[in-house]
Every structure is written in C-alpha cells, then in structure tokens.
C-alpha cells in the first residue's frame, strides 16, 4: 500500500484526486490540505509520496519539497501543476522533486507516475522533458559561440572543457597525454585569453 499525500488548493482538482486516488487498491490517502501551514501534521502523517502543487498559499511548493525531504528523506516528491516555465521545474528539482507531471497529464500517466516514483524512478512530463532538453541545447550552444570568441586552439579548448567539468589536473594531463607542465602551459594561456586568473573563475564563468 502506497501512503499518499496531496496538498492542493484548487478544491475541484482535490476532489479529483482523492476520486483518482481512491479508485486504486494500492493507493492510500493518509493526509491531505490546501497549504503547507500544517507541515508538523503532514510528516507525522508518514508519507511514502507527497503531491504538491507549486502554486500555493504561504509556502509554495517549491519551498515544500525541500522541507518535507529534509524531514522525511526517504518520501517522494511528485510535483503536479500547471507551470511549464524553466525556472519552477529546475528549481523543482533542487529542491527534491522526484517527479514533475502537469495537470492536464492523462489520469494513467499520473497514477503511473506515482507508482514509479514510489519504486525510486524519477518521472517527469514529456512536455517538461522536451523544455529541459531546449534548455540545455540552448545553453550549450551559448557557452561553445562564447567559447569560440575567445581564440582558444582546438587544445585549448578541449582542456577548458575538463576544466569546467570539474576534472583534475592529472586526469586531464592523462587523458590528453601530455605531461603536467604542458599542461600548466596550455591553463596559462587558456587564463590570459579569459582574463581569469584561477579555477574558481572558470567554475564560476560557465555555470
């Protein structure tokens, strides 16, 4: 049996819920509100699956997530609203989401979803993913245009590459079989050409 609690403000889409819900034999309310004012109630409530919507009053549901794994690591975090912008779904995500489904998801897709994220699988909308793998594309492309106004050679580039992916000294100089004072020379030049001076300044160039 699945321990499920909703937190939702919409009293038609509660009502919705608790109809989908109860409809599943594996499937158990232990908690529902529309807030998250009551937090002690709700993680004496032992959840196995916590449903938020974002768009709450007092604490959204950002700031829910992130109280209710703190509390009750072991829950998971479904998130199901009607935001599709890039900056709740990541900020989801830090928080603790496991899962990120839109309200308009078939009822199926939810109550696969939950399920899911009960076994330790992460889900996410299909309209979500495609907005995560546009984000990411597109940040990509800016870093390599702003990568390419530097004049970095093809070495340097790939050096600065590891760099940011947070890689060694030794396994970069490994990995391009090069020996560590080569290596120290390509960095230098790779700082001048960026103006930088440190690691901690490409860390936090290219974030």
């Known amino acids: 049996m699945i321990r499920v609690a909703i937190i939702e403000d919409n009293a038609s889409y509660m009502k919705a819920m608790q109809v989908l819900l109860g409809s599943c034999p594996n499937l158990l309310i232990v908690y529902t509100a529309e807030s998250l004012k009551d937090i002690t109630t709700l993680i004496h409530s032992g959840p196995d699956i916590a449903i938020l919507d974002i768009d709450l009053p007092g604490k ?24 599709e912008d890039e900056d709740k779904i990541f900020n989801s995500i830090k928080s603790g989401a496991d899962g990120y489904l839109l309200k308009k998801d078939s009822p199926e897709k939810i109550i696969d ?95």
């Open 113 to 207: 979803a939950i399920e899911a994220v009960y076994r330790g699988e992460s889900v996410i909308s299909g309209i979500v993913a495609r907005k995560m793998l546009d984000y990411f594309n597109g940040k990509e492309a800016a870093r390599q245009k702003e990568l390419s106004s530097y004049n970095l050679t093809k070495r340097e580039k790939e050096i600065l590459q590891m760099l940011i992916g947070g890689k060694s000294y030794k396994q970069i100089a490994d990995e391009c079989s090069i020996s560590i004072q080569t290596l120290f020379s390509h960095t230098k030049n790779i700082y001048n050409k960026l103006n930088i001076h440190s690691r901690a300044e490409i860390a936090a160039k290219f974030k």
């Open 60 to 83: 959204n549901g950002i700031e829910g997530a992130r109280i209710i794994k703190d509390s009750l690591p072991e829950t998971g975090i479904f998130m199901l609203t009607v935001f």
